[in-house]
């Protein structure tokens, strides 16, 4: 029987889960990004926006994420609340129909739809344009060509 790796096991119950990394969706990186974000203990997160949570993180970081890191808040945040285990690009239709993307297949709108008009009040993020993303640190991905 192979031994699974120290930290790896991921929790079936949110009222069991002790680490951040317990919660199912969750490795070291995102788990150290909730924590530079002020999310110590996974009890930390029912309550939470996800959207907002994502927003902080690149606000800190100063660096645009990849819209998967705000599925797999949104994952985390449902799970802690009592959802069901759900892989994280589960919610990729409802972040892209709460920000006003394309979502196939008839879905009906997430809870969160209403988002996409606050943000518009709000405006842009003056740091972080919609139309211009930029690499995380140490990617090999080239500007211009």
């Known amino acids: 029987m192979r031994k699974l790796a120290r ?21 070291p990186s995102i788990a150290e990004d909730l924590r530079l974000i ?8 029912p309550g939470e926006d996800p959207y907002a949570l994502y927003d902080a993180l690149c606000r800190r970081t100063a660096t645009r994420q990849d819209p ?13 609340e009592g959802a069901p285990v759900r892989p994280w690009w589960d919610y990729t239709a409802e972040r892209k129909a709460a920000l006003g993307g394309v979502v196939r297949g008839g879905r009906t709108p997430p809870r969160h739809a209403p988002r996409r008009a606050a943000m518009d009040a709000r405006g842009p993020s003056p740091a972080f344009p919609a139309t211009s993303p930029r690499p995380r640190p140490g990617s090999s991905r080239r500007r211009g060509g």
């Open 7 to 27: 930290g790896s096991r991921k929790s079936s119950d949110y009222r069991t889960v002790d680490a951040l990394e317990a919660i199912p969706n969750i490795g």
């Open 38 to 45: 002020g999310i110590s203990h996974p009890h930390d997160l």
């Open 68 to 80: 998967c890191v705000l599925d797999t808040f949104i994952a985390a945040v449902r799970f802690m």
